[in-house]
Every structure is written in structure tokens, then in C-alpha cells.
């Protein structure tokens, strides 16, 4: 198994930055993909990016252009880079770890993320 531990969220004017980080302990972080979710309310979670263990990125439409997904092996982090927020991103973020074999999901507390002015 593995544990996820998120962090970064806030408050933010529109057109601001944020950087999430994901701490990962319990288990082998290389056996994971990872990846970043977020739920606003009423909404269905959706996802936002992804990163596998060799570093290939996946985006949402949303975002392409302004967030940047990353990892850290060594340090069993992920963290995702927001530039050019936009109130529509107002959500709670979720990091994600997959297990490469046999799929399972982990998913962390949660972190909130607020555009607003």
C-alpha cells in the first residue's frame, strides 16, 4: 500500500500561481503512476494530470498550457506546477497513486484550491 499526503492549497487571485505537493510513503514508488483529480462542488471528480513512473504526462484540455505535472522517485513526491489560475479552477485537488500491476488506486485527503479576488 501506499499513503498520500497533500499540500499547497489556498487562496488565490485569478491569474496566479500555486505549487501542490504529494508525499508518498508505505510501498515501492517507482510500482506507481500518479496523478492529480480535483472535485468542485456538486461536480464529479475529474482528472487533471497524470505521470507515470517513467515520466510521460497525460493533461486535461483545461489546464494544457498552465499546470505542470512532476515527479520526484527519489524523494516519493508529485507535485503539479498551477500558472494562470482561473476561478473555474476552484476545487479540491487529490493526488492519485495507481499500482502498474494490479490497478489499484490510492488517493490522498485532499487539498483546496480557491480562485478568487
Known amino acids: 500500500q501506499v499513503q498520500l499526503v497533500e499540500s499547497g492549497g489556498g487562496l488565490v487571485q485569478p491569474g496566479g500561481s500555486l505549487r501542490l505537493s504529494c508525499a508518498a510513503s508505505?510501498?515501492?514508488?517507482?510500482?506507481?503512476?500518479t496523478g492529480w483529480y480535483r472535485q468542485a462542488p456538486g461536480k464529479e471528480r475529474e482528472l487533471v494530470a497524470t505521470?507515470?513512473?517513467?515520466?510521460?504526462?497525460n493533461y486535461a484540455d483545461s489546464v494544457k498550457g498552465r499546470f505542470t505535472i512532476s515527479r520526484d522517485n527519489a524523494k516519493k513526491a508529485v507535485y503539479l506546477q498551477m500558472n494562470s489560475l482561473k476561478p473555474e479552477d476552484t476545487a479540491v485537488y487529490y493526488c492519485?497513486?495507481?499500482?502498474?500491476?494490479?490497478?489499484?488506486?490510492?488517493w490522498g485527503q485532499g487539498t483546496q484550491v480557491t480562485v478568487s479576488s
Open positions: 508505505g510501498s515501492i514508488f517507482w510500482f506507481y503512476a
Open positions: 492519485n497513486a495507481k499500482h502498474i500491476a494490479s490497478l489499484t488506486d490510492y
Open positions: 505521470i507515470t513512473n517513467g515520466g510521460s504526462t
